[in-house]
Each structure stands twice: as C-alpha cells, then as structure tokens.
C-alpha cells in the first residue's frame, strides 16, 4: 500500500521540527497505513482509532502534501451554511473567478450546523492540503478557528455572523447604508407606514440593515412601529408568512421592505394571492439584487450589494495570506447601490411629494 510521506510543522516546536505519519503512527500506536487512511478520510477505521489518531493529528499540526514538499496543493476550502440560494452562486462565482485565473482550484462545501459536519469537513480539508478558507455567513467556531491557524491555513470571512477574530481579515457590504437608502426612497414617494421584513437577528448583516431602517424613520420625523417589524430567515416562505402578518394588523403598512430579495418575492406572491397589486396597493423593496428579481412581476426595486465582487475580494484576500502577504484592507466593506424598478410608487391615491429631495446613491437600470 502507497504511504502519504507528507510532513508539516509541529504546533508545539513553533516550525522548528517536523512530525511524519510515521511519527504520528508511533505515538498512536497504530500502524502506518492505519494512520494514512485516516488522513485520507476513509471509512476502515474504527471510531475509536480514528478520534485517537485525528487528536495527534491536530496536535502536532500535521497536514497532508498532496505533491512533492514545498509544492501548494493550489486549492481554496470555500464554505458555506446553506448552499440554496442564488445569494450562494454570486459568492461563487467570484470566488472562482479569481481562483481560476490564479490557476487554483475551489472545493465549495456546505456546513449545515449539524453537529459532525463541521469535524468532518476539517478531516477532509486536512486530507486535500488546501492552501486557504473562506468562510461565508458563518459564525467563526474557536475550534475550528484555532485548527485552521495550527495547519498554518488563512481565512477570511465573508459576510461574518458574529464579531470575527481581530486577526481574521473579512468582506462585507455596506449593510446599514443599504437599509437606509432603500427605506428612503419609499419616505421619498410619501410612505410613513414602511413595514420591514427583518433577517435573522443573529446575523450583523440583518442587524445594520435593519439599524438603517430604523436610522431612515427617525431622520424624517416618523416614529419606529414595532409591531411593522417582522422576523423572516431570507427564504421566500419567511418572507411569503411575515407579508401575511403585516396585512393581517388593523393598519396594514402601505410599503415594504424585505432586508433580502427572497423575502420580497416571497411578500409579492403573499399580495398576489390576496388580489392586491404590486406597487400599486403596496410597494415592495429587497435587498441584494439577485439576477431573478429583474424578471420578477414586477422587476424588483431592490438595494444590490456586490455579491459576486464580495467573492472576488475574500479570494484575492486569501491568496495573499498564503504568500504571507498582509490583506489591504483587513475590513473590507464594498458599497451598495439602490436600483430603481417598478415595483415602488407613492401609496394608493397620493402622488410623488414635492419639495424632497431624492437620496443619492440611486439608480435606474436601463433594462
């Protein structure tokens, strides 16, 4: 049987010294091709065997050459909670653009939070020697955040959860700006009664869309209502039921707007199904400019964050990690711009106020 010879660096004598899979076999008690199935990720192993060989393994930093030594895999881990979104996609693409023409691979994994995913995905990344991670809407684990920097593997993180380690670099979008703009527009056109479809409160990106919401209504002199404020998840079923719940108060809203674009489709076929016109009876803002909200009935008036240059910039960040390159910036924040479609209007029976002024950052597409 073929052995891995690979070698890496052992936490513990700070690159000094250098630990074998035969060393690992030693101190396991096991033999070596015990241990290089469990670096290879194979089932033949017994449970028990396997968490004793892949503690070793973590310790002694040990990391798997997939070619001759000194030579980089040439693969970026790009890692997500979900992958069921066309929000998914435009991350990938970047990535891969940019990985493409640096002639390195991209391995796209799905962690769904259920409890052996997350160890499993670190075997397999152990396994292919992967030159770098980016972690996509994910809360950074300690665990894994400390594994990653014993393989000596850089990460960045896009569009974090939670407050990410100081010394993670991370892209995101200007969140807050984007909620504000978007509620704007619909103060703009003569709304005071702005209901929000809110994300998941977990996540930074609902929370500054949101902030900016709020930030919106009270520079116009309009008091925040929190009972227009309704949880969704960015799926068009939250969205679908939080539109329900807005038509079902005794003073629906006249505008909404969706902190994603999903749930703003997701809130036009909620007004379709009860006979109420979009924008017509209520005007509906999302947020992201996905590719399907241009052909939607009506194209979307929605807030586009740079979704596939957010991919671009987390992949060209990583990239100069691994040449030990410091990132420029370590926060990366990409502007967001609002696109004018047809699916806002001033509410029933008014017409546009004048006298107000247009906020800036607008604009209306050609198509």
């Not at 101190?27 to 004793?52: E, F, K, Y």
């Not at 790009?78 to 653009?97: C, H, K, Q, R, T």
């Amino acid at each position: 049987m073929a052995v891995d010879g690979a070698r890496a660096k052992t936490a513990s004598s700070g690159g000094r010294g250098r630990v074998t899979i035969t060393d690992i076999a030693r101190r396991a008690g096991v033999s070596v091709p015990t241990v290089s199935r469990v670096v290879n990720g194979r089932s033949d192993v017994s449970p028990g065997t396997r968490a004793r060989v892949e503690e070793l393994l973590r310790r002694h930093g040990y990391r798997k050459r997939a070619a001759a030594p000194g030579r980089r895999a040439a693969l970026l881990d790009l890692v997500f909670n979900d992958l069921d979104s066309p929000w998914a996609v435009e991350i990938i693409l970047g990535v891969e653009e940019v990985a493409h023409a640096a002639g390195v691979g991209t391995v796209v994994s799905a962690v769904h939070g259920r409890s052996g995913d997350a160890p499993r995905w670190m075997r397999n990344l152990r396994a292919r020697a992967s030159d770098g991670v980016v972690l996509v809407t994910s809360a950074l684990d300690p665990v894994l955040h400390q594994e990653l920097r014993i393989l000596g593997v850089p990460l960045v993180v896009v569009d974090p959860a939670g407050s990410p380690a100081l010394d993670v670099p991370t892209v995101g979008a200007a969140n807050r700006e984007g909620g504000t703009a978007a509620t704007e527009h619909l103060l703009t056109l003569g709304h005071r009664r702005i209901g929000l479809i809110a994300g998941p409160p977990r996540l930074l990106c609902s929370q500054a869309r949101r902030d900016g919401y709020r930030a919106a209504l009270e520079g116009a002199g309009v008091t925040v209502d929190e009972s227009l404020i309704v949880p969704g998840d960015f799926r068009h079923e939250s969205g679908f039921a939080a539109c329900e719940a807005l038509l079902g108060l005794p003073e629906p809203p006249t505008a909404v707007f969706a902190a994603g674009d999903q749930m703003a489709l997701g809130a036009i076929e909620a007004l379709r199904r009860r006979g109420s016109r979009v924008p017509q009876d209520m005007s509906v803002v999302g947020f992201d400019d996905l590719p399907e909200v241009r052909w939607s009935a009506p194209p979307l008036t929605t807030v586009r964050q740079p979704l596939a240059e957010m991919g671009r910039v987390a992949a060209r960040t990583v990239l100069r990690l691994t040449r030990d390159d410091d990132p420029d910036p370590p926060r990366a924040e990409l502007g967001t711009e609002l696109i004018l479609r047809a699916s806002t209007a001033p509410p029933p029976g008014t017409t546009t106020p004048s006298g107000i002024t247009t906020p800036s950052g607008i604009t209306t597409p050609s198509e």
